[in-house]
């Protein structure tokens, strides 16, 4: 959510931003999240795997 922040207050453009928040959301929507998010080890992803599953929510999102 960081890079989210970043994206807006740099370049003022809040469709990148937004899709990324909204992709991140979706990920959470779906019962996922990392260790330090989730206590349930049967939802928990590794930090390489929300990642992954942000960028392909973020890919569906950006390209409708």
């Given at each position: 959510?960081?890079?989210?922040?970043?994206?807006?207050?740099?370049?003022?453009?809040?469709?990148?931003?937004?899709?990324?928040?909204?992709?991140?959301?979706?990920v959470f929507d779906?019962?996922?999240?990392?260790?330090?998010?989730?206590?349930?080890?049967?939802?928990?992803?590794?930090?390489t795997e929300f990642t992954d599953?942000?960028?392909?929510?973020?890919?569906?999102?950006?390209?409708?």
């Amino acid at each position: 959510l960081a890079i989210d922040m970043l994206l807006y207050i740099t370049f003022r453009d809040n469709t990148i931003s937004s899709s990324l928040y909204q992709a991140v959301s979706d990920v959470f929507d779906d019962g996922h999240g990392t260790a330090d998010i989730v206590e349930d080890k049967s939802i928990r992803l590794s930090s390489t795997e929300f990642t992954d599953n942000v960028k392909e929510k973020y890919r569906n999102i950006y390209t409708k």
